[in-house]
């Protein structure tokens, strides 16, 4: 009873979706599970049939070639040419002689080798014949001799031999074979070895006669001793799948455990020869079938189910798509977000519902323009106001210096200070505008400073130094000018020579601008109060923080001061980067 009330608070969509999904989806799920169990069990034995027959197809192959081999080494060994002319004593035989004799036995050797089976013949004979050595056909004795080989051939006492025989003289490189090896005997005395016949079988043929039923299946042929003749699979593959022993499963595949995990194995002996076929398969991949019915059941079943959801959708979409809409809009309002919702009108009571929405919200937005209008406004004038306090004894002493240059006589002074003053005051009123850039800061500050040169004959000084980028940036009009003239008046006046330089930097630091007013005047005494010290323009330093306050905002740093005295202030200001 608990969920009753909670199933009462789900939306009208969720109720619709889950009653269709009990209808539709459930019965889906159902028959998906139980199909699977039955369909699980008969892919499994189609498996382990085709990986059994896999298997024997190939131990089929290679048991035919090597039965196909021994029986070509059996009619070399029986061949009474080849046994009667190994048994000859070379220093006996003339050796136009042997050349005919082995001629015979060319010819009949490479009727054999026409068969496309193995890769080639070979033959170690006496190193006193004529033809030993001469050709890759006849090889001397001497150069086998003691080799492990040889001993297991002479031990097999004639029966066939294989193993993996690396030919030294192979041209252009060495290569590998496998190969079939069978001792030679005097046809006089049977107990005395006269030589070897090797067949040679390319490895590669071994390596594509092995079949993988899987992926990341592992095949792979080794002889009696464990010398690996051919693999499908990397040396990766062999170090981490390969069996430590040999295994005879009987025709079947039987579990074993590697240091990998689980693996399915089968082992066999090729024929009657030392040689043994193996084929191990992750218990992973040997599951891949399994998977692959299950992926595509899957697909079949999330098919039949996405049109089932495809259907349910537009249904519960044409019932409750307004009452969802109307429902975010009214979220939206939560987050500060007044959008009106634009849909056909409609005279249900969902539309009539829209409708009084859609008026409160027209309401509430008049309401804020108007309430922003009236503070941006507000801000402005109180920008004015506090623009509006410029002290104009600058304009005063200006106008006294030029009085003073006219009793003097000094037209082109009093010309260059006119120009500037004009200059000045066109910057000053930038067009209304409450804002100026720093480029045109710092062009006021130089127009007033080319005035205060004048004024006293060239004893200060003004440098600037301003970053890449930063010149576009805003400050509210008549900011830095104020601080210049401090720096004058209470830095460099003060001074007993009066003389001196005032800096200007600008750069900009993580989207802040950052600017510096610095003198090598006289420095804040110890006993003034900083602000008291700044009155030098009617500004006032209050005056400047209030003003970017209201342009850029709780952002704007205080204004400070760094005063050695004796030698100088620095005046900082960092506010954030603004342009236009």
């Not at 999904?21 to 019965?27: K, L, M, Q, R, T």
């Not at 010819?107 to 070979?122: R, V, W």
């Not at 046809?187 to 090797?198: A, H, I």
């Not at 970053?467 to 210049?484: F, H, M, N, R, Y």
Request: proline share 3%.
């Amino acid at each position: 009873m608990r969920g009753s009330p909670d199933f009462k608070n789900l939306s009208i969509r969720k109720k619709m979706l889950f009653l269709f999904g009990i209808v539709g989806i459930v019965p889906l799920v159902v028959t998906f599970f139980v199909s699977q169990h039955e369909i699980r069990k008969y892919a499994l034995d189609g498996q382990s049939y085709a990986n059994n027959q896999t298997y024997d197809q190939t131990l089929s192959v290679l048991s035919g070639r090597v039965s196909h081999i021994e029986e070509i080494s059996s009619m070399i060994v029986v061949n009474k040419t080849i046994n009667s002319v190994f048994s000859l004593k070379p220093e006996h035989v003339e050796i136009w002689k042997q050349i005919s004799l082995f001629e015979q036995i060319t010819a009949y050797t490479q009727i054999l080798e026409s068969d496309s089976q193995f890769d080639g013949i070979m033959y170690f004979v006496n190193d006193g014949f004529v033809s030993a050595g001469k050709s890759s056909l006849y090889r001397p004795l001497s150069q086998v001799q003691g080799q492990r080989w040889t001993k297991t051939f002479l031990e097999a006492q004639g029966r066939s031999t294989w193993l993996i025989f690396e030919d030294d003289y192979k041209f252009p490189a060495p290569k590998k074979y496998l190969t079939l090896g069978r001792a030679l005997w005097n046809e006089n005395d049977y107990s005395e070895s006269v030589g070897f016949v090797m067949i040679n079988i390319d490895l590669k043929q071994i390596t594509e006669a092995l079949r993988q039923s899987v992926p990341g299946q592992l095949v792979y042929v080794e002889t009696a001793e464990g010398e690996i003749v051919a693999s499908s699979g990397s040396e990766e593959d062999m170090a981490k799948m390969r069996l430590p022993g040999k295994l005879n499963s009987n025709g079947s595949y039987s579990e074993v455990q590697l240091d990998g995990g689980t693996y399915l194995a089968r082992g066999n002996q090729i024929g009657s020869t030392n040689l043994y076929l193996t084929s191990v398969i992750p218990s992973s991949a040997a599951m891949s079938i399994i998977q692959k019915i299950r992926v595509q059941m899957l697909s079949i079943y999330l098919v039949l189910g996405l049109l089932i959801i495809l259907f349910i959708f537009p249904i519960t979409r044409s019932i409750t798509q307004r009452i969802f809409l109307l429902m975010n809009k009214m979220s939206q309002v939560r987050q500060g977000r007044l959008n009106t919702l634009d849909l056909e009108p409609r005279t249900d009571e969902l539309g009539h519902l829209i409708s009084s929405y859609n008026y409160m919200i027209n309401s509430v937005q008049e309401l804020l323009e108007e309430q922003f209008r009236l503070g941006q406004e507000k801000k402005g004038a109180e920008l004015k106001a506090l623009q509006s306090q410029i002290n104009p004894h600058f304009l005063y002493n200006t106008l006294d210096m030029v009085s003073w240059m006219a009793q003097k006589e000094e037209g082109a002074k009093i010309q260059q200070v006119i120009y500037a003053l004009s200059d000045y005051y066109k910057l000053v009123l930038s067009k209304g505008e409450d804002s100026v850039t720093v480029e045109e800061e710092v062009r006021l500050c130089s127009i007033y400073m080319e005035i205060q040169r004048n004024r006293y004959r060239d004893r200060i000084q003004l440098e600037t130094f301003m970053e890449s980028g930063a010149e576009q940036c805003l400050l509210p009009k008549i900011t830095l000018q104020p601080l210049v003239e401090n720096a004058i008046v209470h830095g460099i006046m003060e001074k007993a020579e009066r003389t001196g330089t005032v800096t200007i930097r600008v750069s900009i630091e993580d989207e802040r601008l950052k600017v510096s007013i610095e003198d090598n005047g006289a420095g804040i005494r110890k006993e003034e109060e900083r602000h008291a010290g700044y009155q030098g323009s009617g500004y006032g330093i209050k005056n400047i923080d209030k003003r970017l306050n209201l342009f850029f905002g709780d952002e704007a740093k205080a204004i400070q001061f760094i005063s050695i005295e004796g030698q100088g202030t620095c005046v900082l200001l960092d506010v954030p980067v603004v342009r236009r």
